[in-house]
């Protein structure tokens, strides 16, 4: 690996599915030198998720860039040992299996701190390491409704693997603080993240804001007041949230008298009056085209947008300027297209260096890097340790 901040940093990764492995995406992505290991004879979900080319999907292509792929089986003791050789010089090991059972299979923290002793180890799991939850299986669905984000959303999931999506950037984030601590002398550690705590801290800012302060009057949530704007032929986003700019969409849509309506004329009252809010302003943008719409917002200078599908996204002026959208070609899956990392770094740019691994791709490279003879791979691979 060639460029990124994290130039340097070997990462070392038997996760599946999202939360654990979009972690090391987020590493890859800035540098870091990724093993992903996968278990030899499956396929993780991933490559089975969104259109599928070979062994290529639309979320593996996305996912798993700048990571090199190697299959091995960690189960069997000579797995185990290949495994604890390349621990011994990573810097960072994610895994995100259920509680215990990467103790069982003697690859805990206790046990590859022992080869290891800076290693920042990684752990991932849906509710945390104990707990009347603890050792359940869980996915996205499961988080989003026990951690109250269905109900927020009107008793429907949101369409994403939001819990998944929000703890791998808390891990991503806890690793780079661990990586951090390591360089000022603390060595490595044990750093623990879970779907149910991750969501519930991104979920407290916008939902459960009156049990930060329970003896203040409380506020009205605002989750109905979030929702787009239908036109004549489509639908804008559009949000108003101080009373200067509420005052200024009242005069670009020619009803001043809504100004000072006590039921909407402070933040609060909008709120508190989200249902008759939002028929009152339904009613009015509803009589415009979409373009007419955001011309009339745009004057009130209030954020505004139309409410794009997903093919239109790649033709907004302001994607197409940032160059957010890659399109490279992928030996397996043909023409694909994925986005950039979003952060840009002025001194350490990050860039596209290798493509999502075909399965065990780089199986034979880490091997030979770890020393291992043509004819000792091929003894592992007859004995299916590898594939």
């Known amino acids: 690996m060639g460029t990124g901040p994290l130039e340097g940093i070997t990462v070392v990764d038997v ?87 990467a103790e069982r299979l003697r690859i805990g923290y206790d046990d590859l701190s022992a080869v290891n002793p800076d290693l920042v180890y990684l752990s991932v799991s849906g509710f945390g390491p104990d707990g009347p939850y603890a050792h359940q299986p869980v996915y996205d669905p499961i988080i989003q409704s026990l951690s109250g984000m269905t109900e927020a959303q009107g008793g429907d999931f949101v369409k994403s693997a939001t819990a998944d999506k929000t703890t791998a950037m808390t891990g991503a984030n806890a690793v780079l603080g661990a990586l951090l601590a390591r360089a000022n002398g603390a060595g490595g550690q044990h750093v623990e993240v879970n779907l149910l705590d991750s969501t519930l801290s991104w979920m407290w800012l916008d939902y459960f804001w009156n049990e930060s302060v329970p003896d203040a009057t409380p506020t009205p949530s605002y989750s109905e007041w979030y929702s787009p704007w239908e036109t004549t032929d489509g639908a804008v986003g559009a949000i108003w949230p101080s009373d200067d700019q509420y005052r200024r969409v009242c005069l670009a849509l020619d009803v001043p008298h809504l100004a000072d309506d006590p039921r909407f004329a402070t933040r609060e009252a909008r709120i508190r009056n989200s249902n008759e809010h939002q028929q009152e302003f339904a009613e009015l943008l509803g009589e415009f085209t979409t373009a007419e719409a955001l011309k009339l ?50 001194k350490t740019p990050t860039e596209l260096e290798r493509l999502a691994p075909t399965k065990g791709e780089h199986t034979d490279e880490v091997l030979a890097e770890l020393g291992r003879s043509p004819a000792e791979i091929a003894q592992l691979r007859n004995d299916g340790i590898v594939a």
């Open 297 to 346: 917002l745009e004057s009130a200078d209030v954020p505004c947008a139309p409410v794009l599908d997903i093919t239109e996204v790649f033709d907004d002026p302001q994607v197409k300027h940032n160059e957010t959208v890659l399109t490279h070609r992928h030996p397996v899956a043909g023409q694909v297209r994925t986005t950039r990392f979003p952060a840009r770094f002025s």
């Open 15 to 101: 996760s599946s599915a999202v939360a654990g492995a979009w972690v090391s995406s987020h590493l890859a992505e800035m540098g870091a030198d990724v093993v992903l290991i996968e278990k030899v004879g499956a396929s993780d979900v991933m490559r089975l998720t969104g259109a599928i080319v070979g062994d290529q999907s639309g979320c593996w292509v996305q996912m798993h860039r700048n990571k090199r792929g190697m299959d091995l089986d960690i189960r069997d003791e000579r797995g185990r040992e290949i495994l604890l050789q390349l621990v011994k010089g990573a810097d960072v090991f994610v895994q995100n299996f259920r509680p215990g059972v």
